[in-house]
């Protein structure tokens, strides 16, 4: 090997070994500091890019969750008023039924006529309140509303179900003025009651799909995010190790370039008398 004091190539080779420790060092703190092992696109540009699509997708379910979640809480409001209107329509038909025995006195016939008309008003007034965020599947001013169903835009339709007084077929103006015309009134409250309840039955089919589909979303999600910690994430217990292994590493390396540098040195006795 050529002794000479302007190249030390033991030096060189040392310098060189240590810079490459120091870069993997610096590479492993950083995936320990930032816990990912693909944090910018200067790191593997395909899986980064990759992770981005992924995540992006993942953050826009958050918009679709909150849509199926809307319609979720419109639709309870609206069953919540076909509960009430139900009720209502039972009483009614309990007081239309009473109010057709013959042998009622006038005050207590005029009592139930009373307390029909008040129940009636109560059904609309139950209609017209079933709103959420301002908008009602119960009311009659809308015939079916669209929420989010997916990331690309897609919807999830639920039907309205108008459960008013029109929607039932019953006039505001309902009522009887005699024995017999409450007994005529009877079907009608039936009839009536039959129509909300298969209303309500395709309300609650909707809630259902509205329910099993959030879950879907929500696994979706869970499944997105799981995926993209697979490609970016760290393993922090084998960049532990590595961490070791490098500073170790590191350690020796100064050591050799420390030996590397003394070599020239050793010219000098060549020059001893």
Same mark, same amino acid.
């Given at each position: 090997?050529?002794?000479? +004091?302007?190249?030390?190539?033991? &030096?060189?080779?040392?310098?060189?070994? %240590? *810079?490459?420790?120091?870069?993997?060092?610096?590479?492993? /703190?950083?995936?320990?500091?930032?816990?990912?092992?693909?944090?910018?696109?200067?790191?593997?540009?395909? +899986?980064?890019?990759?992770?981005?699509? /992924?995540?992006?997708?993942?953050?826009? %379910?958050?918009?679709?969750?909150?849509?199926?979640?809307?319609?979720?809480?419109?639709?309870?409001?609206?069953?919540?008023?076909?509960?009430?209107?139900?009720?209502?329509?039972?009483?009614?038909?309990?007081?239309?039924?009473?109010?057709?025995?013959?042998?009622? *006195?006038?005050?207590?016939?005029?009592?139930?006529?009373?307390?029909?008309?008040?129940?009636?008003?109560?059904?609309? !007034?139950? &209609?017209?309140?079933?709103?959420?965020? =301002?908008?009602? %599947?119960?009311?009659?001013?809308?015939?079916?509303?669209?929420? %989010?169903?997916?990331?690309?835009?897609?919807?999830?339709?639920?039907?309205? /179900?108008? +459960?008013?007084?029109?929607?039932?077929?019953?006039?505001?103006?309902?009522?009887?003025?005699?024995?017999?015309?409450?007994?005529?009134?009877?079907?009608?409250?039936?009839?009536?009651?039959?129509?909300?309840?298969? !209303?309500?039955?395709?309300?609650?089919?909707?809630?259902?799909?509205?329910?099993?589909?959030?879950?879907?979303?929500?696994?979706? /999600?869970?499944?997105?995010?799981? =995926?993209? =910690? *697979?490609?970016?994430?760290?393993?922090?217990?084998?960049?532990?190790?590595?961490?070791?292994?490098?500073?170790? !590493?590191?350690?020796?390396?100064?050591?050799?370039?420390? +030996?590397?540098?003394?070599?020239?040195?050793?010219?000098?006795?060549?020059?001893?008398?």
């Amino acid at each position: 090997m050529l002794n000479s +004091i302007n190249t030390n190539p033991g &030096a060189l080779l040392a310098l060189q070994n %240590l *810079n490459a420790t120091n870069t993997e060092l610096t590479t492993t /703190q950083g995936r320990i500091n930032t816990g990912k092992k693909v944090a910018t696109a200067k790191d593997n540009g395909a +899986i980064w890019s990759m992770a981005k699509m /992924q995540s992006a997708s993942s953050s826009s %379910l958050n918009a679709v969750k909150d849509s199926l979640q809307r319609g979720q809480s419109t639709i309870d409001v609206a069953l919540a008023a076909g509960d009430t209107i139900t009720e209502l329509l039972s009483k009614m038909k309990e007081k239309a039924l009473a109010a057709s025995d013959t042998s009622l *006195n006038t005050a207590s016939f005029n009592a139930l006529k009373a307390d029909f008309e008040s129940l009636r008003d109560q059904i609309q !007034k139950a &209609a017209d309140n079933a709103k959420f965020n =301002g908008v009602s %599947l119960a009311d009659g001013s809308t015939t079916r509303l669209a929420f %989010l169903a997916n990331s690309d835009g897609g919807s999830f339709t639920v039907n309205a /179900q108008t +459960i008013d007084l029109d929607g039932l077929s019953l006039s505001a103006a309902l009522t009887f003025t005699s024995a017999a015309n409450a007994q005529s009134i009877i079907a009608k409250m039936t009839s009536a009651l039959q129509t909300a309840t298969n !209303k309500l039955s395709s309300l609650g089919t909707s809630s259902s799909g509205l329910d099993t589909h959030l879950t879907f979303v929500g696994k979706l /999600q869970d499944s997105l995010d799981a =995926g993209v =910690g *697979n490609l970016v994430d760290a393993d922090l217990a084998k960049e532990s190790a590595k961490l070791q292994s490098l500073q170790t !590493k590191q350690q020796l390396g100064v050591q050799a370039l420390s +030996i590397a540098n003394q070599s020239p040195q050793s010219i000098l006795s060549l020059f001893k008398g």
